[in-house]
């Protein structure tokens, strides 16, 4: 059984008035321990996919199944539960929370998961130590760079191994040496059977992927899973990005 799924997903955002379809009917099963890239240009629907299937916008119409459950109707507080327990995600704009140190965010789901203070600040601090951030923990987020307050967001969305972390754009502010870090992490986590969904527009990093999907008007138009050793150049020659 996929442990996600999009079924005949649709979304509509209305845009002055006007409908804009971002989605227009993506049938997508992630299987447990697949790692999937999403790729395709700007305004095609990757960040809308990302967040249908975590729950925090809802489809104008299909439906989005999490481990068997149908998830797109559960109230906000049941997906809240739900994305505590199960998903892990990093967004684009990082949304770290402004009056916490950075190890504090990290720590923030270790505590809401009721792990006790001090073994949550240890795994804060070696999830940070592994994405070379550990220097930066007793600051504010607004006074890290851009590429910092990355690794941070990716340490908080994997403090609590959730089964399945998705992200968006992941190393797009890095650096070579930063985003090799990012990868290595989610690699690590993929082999500890965590499923991974990462929107990217980084020929590196769906190099890394064992899928990549692309989206192209918000449908998927190629969906393969690879073999590294020649498929980037091919992913690359299909083209278009940005
Ligand atoms: P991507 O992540 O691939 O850049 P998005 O999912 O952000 O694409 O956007 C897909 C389309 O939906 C774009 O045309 C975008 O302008 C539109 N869109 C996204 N969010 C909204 C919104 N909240 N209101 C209106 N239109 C939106």
């Known amino acids: ?139 504010g987020p607004a006074l890290l760079s851009g590429g910092q307050q990355q690794r941070v967001a990716l340490a908080r969305a994997m403090a609590n191994s959730p089964d399945i972390v998705l992200a968006d754009e992941p190393t797009g502010n890095l650096d070579s040496a930063a985003a090799r870090g990012v990868l290595d992490l989610l690699g690590e986590a993929r082999r500890r059977g965590q499923t991974l969904l990462m929107v990217t527009h980084d020929a590196r990093a769906a190099a890394a992927a064992d899928r990549v999907i692309r989206l192209r008007d918000g449908r998927i138009v190629a969906d393969g899973r690879l073999e590294p050793a020649r498929t980037v150049p091919d992913l690359l020659d299909l083209g278009g990005d940005q």
Not at 18 to 32: C, S, T
Not at 79 to 103: E, W, Y
Not at 119 to 126: C, V
Request: proline fraction near 4%; charged fraction near 25%; charge should be positive.
């Open 1 to 139: 059984m996929p442990v996600l799924e999009a079924r005949a997903l649709v979304k509509t955002y209305l845009s002055r008035g006007a409908p804009v379809r971002a989605l227009d009917g993506v049938d997508l099963a992630v299987e447990r321990g697949e790692f999937v890239a999403i790729m395709g240009p700007s305004g095609c629907g990757k960040s809308t996919l990302l967040n249908l299937l975590a729950g925090f916008d809802r489809p104008s119409a299909g439906e989005v199944w999490l481990g068997g459950q149908r998830i797109d109707g559960l109230s906000e507080a049941k997906l809240a539960r739900l994305r505590r327990r199960r998903i892990g995600f990093v967004f684009q704009f990082f949304n770290l929370l402004p009056a916490l140190s950075v190890a504090e965010n990290v720590e923030l789901p270790l505590l809401l998961a009721g792990q006790r203070r001090r073994a949550a600040r240890r795994g804060a601090i070696g999830l940070l130590n592994e994405l070379g951030v550990a220097d930066r923990r007793d600051a």
